[in-house]
């Protein structure tokens, strides 16, 4: 087994802190859900998509969004619950995009269904709108060739796996994950960046997705 030459910018692993920030901001009906959606700020939608995976990282299927969770389950609209659950996250780059997406399928829906628009829930049960805050740390692990960045992808939390495949496509708006960025600009290794970038991280556990890059890091290393 061999390794490539070392990187002249090293990885280094970070790790990061969701916090929850109440916005006041509720919803009692679909057109206000829909209204305040279109209003809402970008770590407001990655939270309402994103804070279960962390919470609920064990689970396949993933759980999922806020908003097809509080249609179903709270307003009881199980069609329109099922149509922004079917919305793929992996489609947007941009969280714009994203919220675009759930706001537009809302209004669809009420403009095929306009009676839905009086469904409403009592006081206490309104989708409160929440964003999150992240409080970003370095981690003690770095990387300058694949061996070891394999080494310590065994060894990181899955908050800082979390991190780096999620926050850095959506959050801070980049087209891909960190790993295949720094795979195809540091180490030159574009067929492994690009297998990386084409894996759905919404489609496994955190625990399999560490597997999953593991098996294709050691192949790499194998067939180097």
């Not at 305040?36 to 969004?65: D, G, K, M």
């Not at 992240?134 to 070891?148: G, K």
């Amino acid at each position: 087994m061999t390794d490539p030459a070392a990187a002249a910018e090293p990885f280094r692993f970070y790790t990061s802190l969701l916090l929850q920030e109440a916005t006041g901001v509720r919803a009692s009906t679909l057109t206000q859900l829909a209204k305040h959606l279109r209003q809402a700020s970008p770590s407001c939608i990655y939270y309402h998509t994103h804070h279960f995976l962390l919470q609920h990282h064990y689970l396949v299927p993933e759980p999922t969004n806020d908003f097809a969770y509080w249609v179903g389950e709270i307003l009881g609209d199980d069609l329109l619950a099922e149509l922004l659950a079917s919305i793929d996250t992996m489609e947007y780059a941009k969280l714009e995009e994203l919220r675009e997406a759930l706001a537009r399928a809302i209004e669809g829906y009420l403009a095929d269904h306009p009676m839905a628009r009086f469904k409403f829930v009592p006081a206490g049960q309104e989708f409160f709108f929440v964003k999150s805050v992240h409080v970003v740390l370095p981690t003690a692990y770095m990387a300058s060739t694949l061996l070891e960045f394999a080494q310590a992808l065994e060894r990181v939390s899955l908050h800082s796996l979390y991190f780096h495949v999620f926050e850095a496509r959506l959050r801070l708006g980049r087209p891909t994950n960190d790993f295949s960025r720094w795979f195809s600009e540091q180490l030159g290794l574009q067929e492994l960046a690009e297998r990386v970038s084409r894996l759905d991280p919404y489609a496994q556990t955190l625990d399999a997705l560490r597997a999953t890059l593991l098996a294709l890091i050691r192949e790499q290393l194998h067939l180097s």
